[in-house]
């Protein structure tokens, strides 16, 4: 079948500001969009610019905006999209060029979150046991991919730049909850902050927009439900 | 050395800062006393009296007792900074750093704390002519 795309392209030597160039290409219906934009790169031009790598929406390389919403194209299926399919890069970061973005202020905010395992104590002959309920407290946010979909489709992030925003937010959770960290302290204290969590206006579009159906803002929830609790 | 206040890219580093749960937590906790406090107030001022009865008069016999001084304290202080953390909340989200931003917040403060200040000096000192 034809498919029509619509892709915002900008580049920085050459143009003041993004546009948008229509291409045609020929797909199948079950062609994921990354298959559409690749045929284009291969086949009309060749300086559409663009991040993909395992392309089987695990390495959370290709997040853009795909019809107004936040999806990894290597996951959306051409039926289930209207054309002509409208392509943009992630709101809320600099463009380098056509679909790609500046992510370093994104994962400054996912580093300042300390996303490892904290432990003061020396480490045991074996493993540090766990038991099943205590894995399924945080079993949610392991799955998350980084994609930053989450957090350019925040409105949060959109208006206040300095927002932790909710990826980096998942990736604390993760430790946060997990019996064998210790550093949930200092990451609530992170989060606690006016910057952090309390930036959330659970206005849930982070949730929809996760490619890994994580829960997003129970998530954030109860980062500040412990937030709550370790005060009073 | 000083420790460093921001991030390489100048966003502030987080400080344990409880000021934002505080709000947050007052804005839930005000929320649902108010809810009563409020519907008390329109049962009383406009379904049980009118408000055509309602004059100086009334006020004064509404306000010899303590109870209602103290209701009428309580909701000013609730609603006030209620609806003034709203209002913060708002300005914060919708305006982008700057003279505005600060300018408006400015006044916001200075608004509220007039409206708060008044309300609770008439609660306080009120004596019937």
Redesign the interface.
């Known amino acids: 079948m034809k498919v029509e795309l619509k892709i915002q392209r900008y580049n920085p030597e050459t143009d003041a500001q993004p546009h948008f160039e229509n291409y045609s290409v020929e797909a199948e219906p079950t062609d994921r969009v990354l298959d559409a934009l690749l045929q284009v790169k291969g086949l009309l031009d060749g300086s559409l610019t663009l991040r993909k790598s395992c392309a089987h929406g695990i390495c959370g390389s290709d997040g853009m905006r795909i019809n107004g919403r936040n999806l990894l194209a290597c996951k959306v299926l051409i039926r289930n999209l209207q054309q002509p399919i409208v392509v943009e890069p992630m709101k809320g970061f600099k463009i380098i060029k056509d679909l790609v973005v500046d992510m370093e202020a994104f994962f400054e905010k996912y580093r300042s979150v300390k996303p490892y395992l904290i432990q003061n104590e020396a480490a045991p002959q074996k493993e540090r046991p766990q038991s099943p309920q205590e894995r399924e407290r945080f079993d949610d946010t392991t799955k998350c991919i980084l994609c930053a979909c989450c957090t350019t489709a925040c409105p949060s992030f959109w208006s206040d730049p300095d927002y932790v925003g909710p990826a980096a937010i998942v990736q604390a959770h993760r430790f946060i909850q997990d019996s064998r960290d210790q550093g949930g302290e200092e990451r609530l204290d992170i989060l606690g902050d006016r910057e952090g969590v309390w930036r959330c206006r659970t206005i849930f579009n982070c949730v929809e927009a996760c490619p890994r159906d994580i829960d997003v803002t129970a998530a954030i929830g109860e980062v500040k439900r412990k937030l709550l609790f370790r005060k009073i | 050395m000083p420790e460093p206040t921001h ?3 100048g ?11 505080f ?3 007052f804005m839930r906790i005000s929320g649902i006393v108010l809810l009563f406090m409020a519907i008390g107030h329109l049962v009383i001022m406009h379904l049980i009296n009118s408000i055509d009865t309602i004059n100086y008069q009334f006020v004064v016999q509404r306000w010899a007792t303590p109870f209602w001084r103290i209701y009428d304290g309580i909701m000013l202080f609730l609603a006030l900074l209620h609806g003034f953390n709203g209002l913060r909340t708002i300005l ?3 305006l ?1 750093p700057g003279m505005w931003k600060k300018w408006c917040t400015f006044l916001l403060y200075a608004f509220s704390l007039i409206l708060l200040v008044g309300g609770a000096w008439v609660i306080i000192t009120f004596k019937p002519k």
């Not at chain 2, 966003?11 to 749960?21: G, K, M, S, T, V």
């Open positions: 991030y390489k890219s966003r502030p580093i987080p400080y344990d800062n409880p000021f934002e749960l709000a947050w937590v914060d989200d919708y982008r």
